[in-house]
Every structure is written in C-alpha cells, then in structure tokens.
C-alpha cells in the first residue's frame, strides 16, 4: 500500500520560510516522481495547482512560474523523501500543501493533477500579512 506522509505546515509571517517534507513509501516502482501541490482555501480539488516536481534520483526539477527563485524541491537524505523549502512567502501562497506521486511522466503531464496517481493527506501553510 502506498503511502504519502507530509510534515513541516505552519503558519508564518510573509517573508517568512517554512520547510516541508514528505516520506513515501510502498511504491510499486523504483523510477518515479514525486511532487507538491496547493489547494487554496475555497478552491475545489480541480483547482489544486502544481508547485514543484523531481524526478526521483535522477534530480530533475520543475516549478510553476508563481513559485520560481522562491521555492526549492530536493530529495531528503532518508530514501523516498522529498523537501520543499519555500522562502519570501507570501499571503498568496497560503493553501494546504499536498504530497503527490507519480511513474515517469511526460513533460507536458508534470504538475498537472491528471499525471499523478497517489497522494498524501495535506499539511497546512499560512502566511499572514
């Protein structure tokens, strides 16, 4: 069984960073990605946007345009555990965070939701003004 834990929400001031992780484990493949996603506060679960991508121990990164030279995605020293360190964050990026995976993709399926096939249960970031 696949599972997908996500750590490290909070709340913070803008300008402020938080540190997120998320530890996968059960996998049925050993090649995959892993990404994060957010899903504003009153946005249904079609609106949840993509925010970062890597390709597991190859090291290929992706983001959004909304996110880039703010955030960064890497792998965590412990195997199958991804970080996502967001600095200069804004209000705007207030949202609940959530953990995805996926097989190899494509390049136009990466950090779209249809691309990913398990996820974790979310952790809550707020930034305040």
């Known amino acids: 069984q696949v599972q997908l834990v996500e750590s490290g929400g909070g709340s913070v001031q803008a300008g402020g960073s938080l540190t997120l992780s998320c530890a996968a484990s059960?996998?049925?493949?050993?090649?995959?990605?892993m990404a994060w996603f957010r899903q504003a506060p009153g946005k249904a679960l079609e609106g949840r946007e993509g925010?970062?991508?890597?390709?597991?121990?190859?090291?290929?990164?992706y983001y959004a345009d909304s996110v880039k030279g703010r955030f960064t995605i890497s792998q965590g020293s412990a195997e199958n555990t991804i970080i996502l360190q967001m600095n200069n964050l804004k209000p705007e990026d207030t949202a609940m965070y959530y953990c995805?995976?996926?097989?190899?993709?494509?390049?136009?399926?990466?950090?779209?939701?249809?691309?990913?096939?398990?996820w974790g249960q979310g952790t809550q970031v707020t930034v305040s003004s």
């Open positions: 995805a995976a996926s097989p190899l993709l494509l390049y136009y399926q990466r950090l779209r939701l249809s691309g990913y096939n398990y």
């Open positions: 059960g996998y049925p493949v050993s090649r995959k990605e």
């Open positions: 925010v970062a991508g890597i390709v597991v121990d190859v090291g290929t990164t």
